[in-house]
């Protein structure tokens, strides 16, 4: 897992590229992740994937005759913080297009200040639906909305043994774990199935005993658990230890990775909605794309599951660098107005926006692939 200095460290922002073969100066993307705090190790993720994207692409001469720049900027898992961090990379960085910012939450609070400074930013994890309803054309979103997760679990129904009756919620309290619990009730309860309790928790719990024992309390056969990386463990350790006796199943695309070392006891399966299964790159939309981002990832020696999340970042960097380069310039308005042209396959297979939100002010949204992998003693599985 990442330690708390590594986290620090990947907050920095890279330095300008001096690579041999270029005579241009760089041109720099602006990315804002949670580095620090409560949901880091799934912003680092993302970074990471990002960084990487960068450097493939460098490789191969980078965009307009110029290198590519990331410069990150740590929002530290807080709202505010991710304002702050916007802010520094357009009027301090002078970043012309923008990645981020993980949560819901952040991406909310950041998007007032898209539209104030006229800067496009491509959303790469955030599900909330009004990211792209609330009238803001300066959002284009790569990542799925909770009802199109929720409606493509439902299509997966059949395949649970024994069969899901009725569902309870855990989750996080926030923009990204209400919006979830939205969706799937809506999704779910439209295929018949019942709806039982919804318990939340705040970002930084870490005991989940009166949760877990609410839960407890009702007859649903299953457990929806929308929250980050580090809440899922946490989650579905105490959940054995208070002995729930339900299936869980998160949402979101994040995957408790500490429990492939140290998995639960054996006899406990959980379920994972993901958008990349890097166990399974041959079943990916385009299995070669991520062939190679799996591969450049494991070159770095990084925690492997990482890549469930890491593949954000990879595909938000492609995004943007096609949309530069088909706007023939690094200008704000001119990425903007470019990025409604991108037709690009990625890890997650093809990315192009259709638009979602008000006449004349419509948000850019992306419709990616799900896939729900299973956890049992350390090993997984396709469902």
Same mark, same amino acid.
């Given at each position: 897992?990442?330690?708390?200095?590594?986290?620090?460290?990947?907050?920095?922002?890279?330095?300008?590229?001096?690579?041999?073969?270029?005579?241009?100066?760089?041109?720099?993307?602006?990315?804002?992740?949670?580095?620090?705090?409560?949901?880091?190790?799934?912003?680092?993720?993302?970074?990471?994937?990002?960084?990487?994207?960068?450097?493939?692409?460098?490789?191969?001469?980078?965009?307009?005759?110029?290198?590519?720049?990331?410069?990150?900027?740590?929002?530290?898992?807080?709202?505010?913080?991710?304002?702050?961090?916007?802010?520094?990379?357009?009027?301090?960085?002078?970043?012309?297009?923008?990645?981020?910012?993980?949560?819901?939450?952040?991406?909310?609070?950041?998007?007032?200040?898209?539209?104030?400074?006229?800067?496009?930013?491509?959303?790469?994890?955030?599900?909330?639906?009004?990211?792209?309803?609330?009238?803001?054309?300066?959002?284009?979103?790569?990542?799925?909305?909770?009802?199109?997760?929720?409606?493509?679990?439902?299509?997966?129904?059949?395949?649970?043994?024994? $069969?899901?009756?009725?569902? +309870?919620?855990?989750?996080?309290?926030?923009?990204?774990?209400? /919006?979830? #619990? %939205?969706? !799937?009730?809506?999704?779910?309860?439209?295929?018949?199935?019942?709806?039982?309790?919804?318990?939340?928790?705040?970002?930084?719990?870490?005991?989940?005993?009166?949760?877990?024992?609410?839960?407890?309390?009702?007859?649903?056969?299953?457990?929806?658990?929308?929250?980050?990386?580090?809440?899922?463990?946490?989650?579905?350790?105490?959940?054995?230890?208070?002995?729930?006796?339900?299936?869980?199943?998160?949402?979101?695309?994040?995957?408790?990775?500490?429990?492939?070392?140290?998995?639960?006891?054996?006899?406990?399966?959980?379920?994972?909605?993901?958008?990349?299964?890097?166990?399974?790159?041959?079943?990916?939309?385009?299995?070669?794309? $991520?062939?190679?981002?799996? +591969?450049?990832?494991?070159?770095?020696?990084?925690?492997?599951? /990482?890549? #469930? %999340?890491? !593949?954000?970042?990879?595909?938000?960097?492609?995004?943007?660098?096609?949309?530069?380069?088909?706007?023939?310039?690094?200008?704000?308005?001119?990425?903007?107005?470019?990025?409604?042209?991108?037709?690009?396959?990625?890890?997650?297979?093809?990315?192009?926006?259709?638009?979602?939100?008000?006449?004349?002010?419509?948000?850019?949204?992306?419709?990616?692939?799900?896939?729900?992998?299973?956890?049992?003693?350390?090993?997984?599985?396709?469902?």
């Amino acid at each position: 897992m990442l330690t708390r200095r590594t986290a620090l460290l990947t907050g920095l922002a890279l330095p300008a590229l001096h690579r041999t073969g270029f005579a241009a100066d760089p041109i720099k993307i602006g990315m804002t992740q949670p580095l620090t705090g409560s949901v880091a190790a799934s912003g680092n993720y993302v970074a990471n994937g990002a960084k990487i994207a960068v450097d493939v692409l460098n490789r191969a001469g980078g965009v307009l005759g110029a290198p590519i720049q990331l410069v990150l900027e740590d929002n530290k898992s807080n709202p505010r913080e991710a304002v702050a961090a916007a802010e520094k990379l357009v009027l301090r960085d002078r970043v012309p297009v923008m990645i981020g910012a993980w949560s819901s939450t952040f991406t909310l609070s950041i998007m007032p200040k898209l539209l104030e400074y006229k800067v496009p930013m491509v959303v790469e994890t955030s599900s909330a639906a009004r990211i792209t309803t609330s009238g803001n054309p300066y959002v284009f979103r790569i990542a799925p909305t909770s009802e199109m997760e929720a409606v493509a679990f439902a299509e997966q129904l059949a395949k649970f043994s024994p $069969a899901i009756r009725k569902i +309870d919620f855990l989750s996080v309290n926030n923009d990204f774990g209400r /919006g979830a #619990t %939205e969706k !799937f009730t809506a999704a779910l309860q439209a295929k018949g199935i019942g709806i039982g309790r919804t318990e939340t928790m705040t970002p930084e719990a870490t005991d989940l005993s009166a949760q877990i024992t609410a839960l407890k309390q009702s007859d649903g056969d299953t457990v929806f658990l929308t929250t980050g990386v580090e809440q899922q463990t946490l989650a579905l350790r105490q959940g054995v230890e208070q002995r729930l006796g339900k299936r869980w199943v998160t949402t979101g695309g994040s995957f408790p990775d500490a429990l492939l070392a140290n998995p639960l006891p054996a006899g406990n399966t959980s379920y994972h909605i993901l958008f990349y299964a890097p166990w399974f790159p041959e079943r990916a939309p385009y299995p070669a794309i $991520a062939k190679a981002y799996t +591969d450049e990832w494991n070159k770095h020696g990084w925690e492997f599951a /990482g890549l #469930t %999340e890491g !593949f954000r970042g990879y595909d938000a960097v492609l995004t943007v660098v096609e949309a530069i380069k088909l706007a023939g310039r690094a200008e704000s308005e001119a990425i903007r107005e470019a990025l409604w042209k991108v037709k690009l396959q990625g890890v997650n297979g093809d990315i192009a926006f259709m638009k979602e939100g008000p006449a004349g002010r419509e948000s850019g949204q992306n419709k990616p692939n799900v896939a729900i992998v299973t956890l049992s003693e350390g090993k997984t599985g396709l469902l």
